[in-house]
Nanobody, 123 residues
Framework: QVQLVESGGGLVQAGGSLRLSCAAS????????MGWFRQAPGKEREFVAA????????SVADSLRGRFTISRDNVKNTVYLQMNSLKPEDTAVYLC????????????????WGQGTQVTVSS
């Protein structure tokens, strides 16, 4: 049993920054990869970023590269998403996910999902 809990969302003005956190709980936690996704109302879930748990290799969506950074602290079982230069189009629910096996970069086949945290960027 693994639970993922996101935090750090909120309201921010365009150009501002937020850091999201995803804390994992469970008797043992050893995912292969952790990812961040986002979903706006009426839109498909969108890949944001991913990081391998052991090595820390990262991938960020092409459109977000340079503004968003993913990192992890595997001692604290926590993954982070640093979001800079936020734009109104970044407004969405941001979800954390964990995959127990290797996944295709940008894929959505994860085993565990958090409930999400709302990020709203005002103009």
């Amino acid at each position: 049993q693994v639970q993922l809990v996101e935090s750090g969302g909120g309201l921010v003005q365009a150009g501002g920054s937020l850091r999201l956190s995803c804390a994992a709980s469970g008797r043992t936690f050893s995912p292969y990869v952790m990812g961040w996704f986002r979903q706006a109302p009426g839109k498909e879930r969108e890949f944001v970023a991913a990081i391998t748990w052991n090595i820390g290799a990262t991938s960020v969506a092409d459109s977000l590269r340079g503004r968003f950074t993913i990192s992890r602290d595997n001692v604290k079982n926590t993954v982070y998403l640093q979001m800079n230069s936020l734009k109104p189009e970044d407004t969405a629910v941001y979800l954390c996910a964990a995959a127990l096996r290797p996944t295709v970069v940008g894929g959505t086949e994860y085993d565990y999902w958090g409930q999400g945290t709302q990020v709203t960027v005002s103009s």
